[in-house]
């Protein structure tokens, strides 16, 4: 089935620990995206990539490291952890509308 | 930079009635799309509508349509007929050239039966 799957769906982390949040499409599209999501603030853009090879940074980079070595792969990376990236973390591409992951609900404790 | 507002934090509606949800934008592209997304509890994201701003007629999906004003850069959501399983958040989207998706920060939807 064509789509958009993230994982861990679910994580609990420690303070100070690395954490890397894997995306892959199938739909071969060219943009893709990072955002978190929380109460009260909707869906903050955090990092994009319009075409493999290519990264750019959105409201919220700070923390955050993505690449984009192919079409299919876009993993946002967690170099150290802190209690205030405790959040649902959606990735998504796009041929013009968005398509969703499932999320990834973050705790980072 | 553009920006996604929406005013409304949460609404709510008697099951079988109809419902507006506003969204104002702010822009200074002439050329985009603007998008509705609902998010159940599942937390899935699920393509409500979309509205291509070169487009005067407005879109409509069903029981959703929208009332796109783009001189006044509004772009508002009617759901007829609700139904329970409207109940969701409801995010309204912004989406130009630079193909970043601006959101709005959401309205909680509550059918009451």
């Known amino acids: 089935i064509a789509g958009i799957t993230q994982a861990p769906t679910s994580q609990i982390l420690a303070a100070g620990r690395r954490m890397t949040l894997r995306c892959t499409q199938d739909m071969r599209h060219n943009a893709m995206y990072w955002y978190r999501q929380d109460l009260g603030l909707g869906l903050r853009l955090i990092h994009y990539?319009?075409?493999?090879?290519?990264?750019g940074k959105g409201e919220v980079p700070d923390g955050y490291s993505v690449s984009r070595a192919n079409t299919d792969d876009f993993p946002l990376t967690l170099a150290s952890a802190v209690p205030s990236q405790t959040s649902v973390y959606f990735c998504?591409?796009?041929?013009?509308?968005?398509?969703f992951g499932q999320g990834t609900r973050l705790t980072v404790v | 930079a553009q920006t996604v507002t929406q005013s409304q934090p949460e609404m709510s509606v008697q099951e079988a009635e109809t419902v507006t949800l506003s969204c104002t934008y702010d822009t200074s592209e002439s050329d985009y799309y603007l998008f509705w997304y609902k998010q159940p509890p599942s937390r899935q994201m699920i393509l409500v509508i979309r509205q291509e701003a070169y487009k005067q007629q407005n879109a409509t999906e069903n029981r959703f349509s929208v009332n796109f004003q783009k001189a006044a850069k509004s772009f508002s959501l009617k759901i007829s007929d609700s139904q329970l399983g409207d109940a969701a958040m409801y995010f309204c989207?912004?989406?130009?050239?630079?193909?970043?998706?601006?959101f709005g920060t959401g309205t909680l939807l509550a059918v009451q039966p």
């Open positions: 998504a591409s796009s041929p013009g509308e968005a398509f």
């Open positions: 989207a912004y989406g130009g050239a630079t193909n970043k998706l601006i």
């Open positions: 990539s319009n075409t493999a090879g290519t990264t």
